[in-house]
């Protein structure tokens, strides 16, 4: 949904729920500024938290508040652990190799590669946020670094390529299952990957993209948004993602697998056999396997 379409519906959703501007302020502990600003459209991306406590003082769920009605077409198929919807996270399980743009970075323009880095590690989060833009994003990183300017974008999808065997993974768990992306990227970078076909461009049931949502993982948040997007309970739905991420989700009640980008043959064959493509060797891929993945059932 975009600005005008949020503000329109918050607009008519507070008056169904007959309170004023001020009234709704007062109940969400909201400025009114803020509001207005929202309702007329001249805020391109409230935050989560901002719309979370609008649509609470509404007594509305988020999805409610924003229109998006929950995946009522999840596929019946499930694993043996009971999984009917998979999350597959981008950088480091969907694609490889973008840490080569630091490399490049610093042999165009003659600075140390671990500089580069470090001064991208400082305003990732940032930018994944969305509270930094990709423009300001290159600004930032050129300044701390002391070049005359960046495109982050071309060095990224330059960098990049798919992570082998993933694209059949990919297809064929969404043919058989809700599937969904949860990804902690840069604001457009998401949209340029499917549009290159360096990630698979099919129909995805959910995506959460942490640019537009003003979350990143591993807070909780953004674990709680992309299940009331399928409309499934967590113990249905499985986080592939890489080891930092999965904590978090786990101790929520998902199932996790993490994927060893460093391994990739090892993790794709883990992730198909927690999604029943291929026959189960000598462990049972809903405990935690003999290897280094672990596929992890909900606590």
């Not at 995946?71 to 999984?83: C, H, L, P, Y």
């Not at 998979?86 to 500089?115: E, I, K, S, T």
């Not at 249905?236 to 060893?260: C, I, P, Y």
Request: net charge negative; hydrophobic share 40%; charged share 20%.
């Amino acid at each position: 949904m975009d600005e005008k379409g949020l503000g329109k519906r918050l607009q008519e959703m507070r008056r169904n729920a007959g309170l004023t501007q001020q009234q709704l302020c007062q109940v969400a502990n909201l400025s009114f500024s803020t509001l207005t600003k929202i309702e007329r459209g001249a805020i391109k991306a409230p935050s989560i938290f901002t719309v979370s406590s609008i649509a609470k003082a509404l007594g509305l769920g988020l999805d409610e508040l924003l229109g998006v009605k929950a995946n009522a077409e999840i596929k019946d198929k499930q694993t043996r652990s009971g999984v009917r919807f998979v999350f597959f996270d981008v950088n480091g399980c969907l694609v490889r190799f973008y840490h080569r743009a630091f490399a490049q970075v610093a042999r165009d323009y003659g600075v140390p590669p671990d500089l580069v880095e470090m001064a991208f590690l400082h305003y990732n989060a940032e930018a994944c946020r969305g509270s930094l833009s990709l423009h300001d994003f290159n600004q930032v990183i050129a300044k701390r670094l002391g070049i005359p300017s960046l495109d982050w974008q071309k060095y990224y999808l330059s960098a990049v390529e798919p992570m082998p065997g993933m694209d059949e993974v990919v297809a064929w768990a969404g043919k058989n299952y809700g599937i969904g992306l949860l990804s902690n990227i840069m604001p457009g970078l998401l949209k340029e990957l499917r549009q290159h076909k360096i990630i698979p461009d099919i129909a995805y049931d959910v995506i959460i993209d942490s640019s537009e949502t003003g979350l990143v993982k591993p807070e909780p948040e953004i674990f709680e948004l992309a299940q009331a997007r399928t409309g499934l309970t967590q113990d249905k739905l499985l986080l592939v993602d890489t080891r930092e991420n999965v904590a978090q989700a786990e101790s929520m009640g998902w199932h996790v697998l993490w994927f060893d980008y460093a391994q990739p043959d090892e993790s794709v064959e883990q992730v198909k056999m927690a999604l029943d493509m291929v026959k189960h060797g000598g462990h049972n891929a809903t405990s935690p396997a003999a290897s280094s993945q672990a596929f992890a059932q909900p606590r």
